[in-house]
């Protein structure tokens, strides 16, 4: 029987750092497109996702992904999967992956792959909206490229705002239209179905990064925040059609395929046209996303060995 590696969490998280991670996720674009398959399955606010993608020259991978609101509240992680890699030249399973190292690494890295190309480099106040498991792992992604900048955190529950703030020793913001007015970038995670951040908050050279809406009935920001700005996505494959934060708007006429600037297939387009643009990332995270960082761990692991 061939052997794979087994990558848990602790030990590969050890190995990784999120500048290598972005230039690994933005070489990956330079490949052929990948083929990619998801499945979506809901049962109320439950979701199963299973994703697959093929990439010629990197690989096959599966991940599938149980989401459960309802857990924490009964002390089980809301968030449950696992991530299988393939070779690309015989197609034997090369290493199974622990589901929240690849998700943690993909999901902040490809946000922080779009800030790199897309947030003023001067850029010194950033917010994290959210306060959940991926509010932390993007404070360390922010922090690794934008070193200088003073970090704010605002939850809808205030007491873990606070409870991340004390463990991260970062600021809390107390409202949410203040900070968003005050920030050079907002980053928000949160599992909201209606919008949070209002258009009319945004200000001239920000950047906002949307990562929490996932589902078709799920959205972060209104229209007036998407018809301001510069609109991007890391793939149109798997925005577009799939998420609310885009399908909705596009359904009512208030966008359209045409205002979305590039995804990271043409990713010499994420650029800023001026200082006071205001560019919007919308963070979907797609199994080819779950591809190239489970080749870049796994790359990492073997290097290590």
Known sequence: ??????IPFDAGDALLDWIGLTDALAEGHNLPRAEIADTFLYRGKDTLLNRAAWIDGLGLAVKSATIFPDNPAKGAPMV????????????????????????????????????????????RKILIVGAGTQGRA???????????????????????????????????????????????IVTSATMSTDPLIMGDWLQPGQHIDLIGAYRPDMREVDDTAL???????????????????????????????????????????????SEDDITLFKNGGGAHLDLMTSRYILDRWRAHR
Do not use: C
């Open 80 to 123: 449950n999967g696992g991530v299988s890699l393939y070779a690309d030249d015989h197609g034997a399973l090369e290493a199974l992956v622990d589901f929240h190292l690849v998700t943690k690494w993909k999901t902040a890295g490809d946000s922080l792959l779009a800030a790199r190309r897309l947030a003023r480099p001067d850029s």
């Open 227 to 273: 018809t301001r700005a510069r609109v991007f996505v890391d793939s149109l494959d798997t925005t577009v059609e799939h998420i609310g934060e885009l399908k909705i708007p596009m359904a009512q006429g208030v966008l359209s395929a045409s205002d979305i600037v590039a995804d990271y297939y043409d990713l010499g387009a994420f650029t800023r046209q």
């Open 1 to 6: 029987m061939t052997q794979f590696d087994i």
């Open 138 to 184: 993007l404070h360390a992604a922010y922090s690794a490229a934008f070193p200088q900048a003073r970090i704010t955190v605002w939850n809808r529950t205030a007491k873990n705002a606070e409870a991340m703030a004390a463990e991260l020793k970062i600021n809390v913001a107390t409202d949410l239209e203040q900070a968003v007015r005050a920030a050079d």
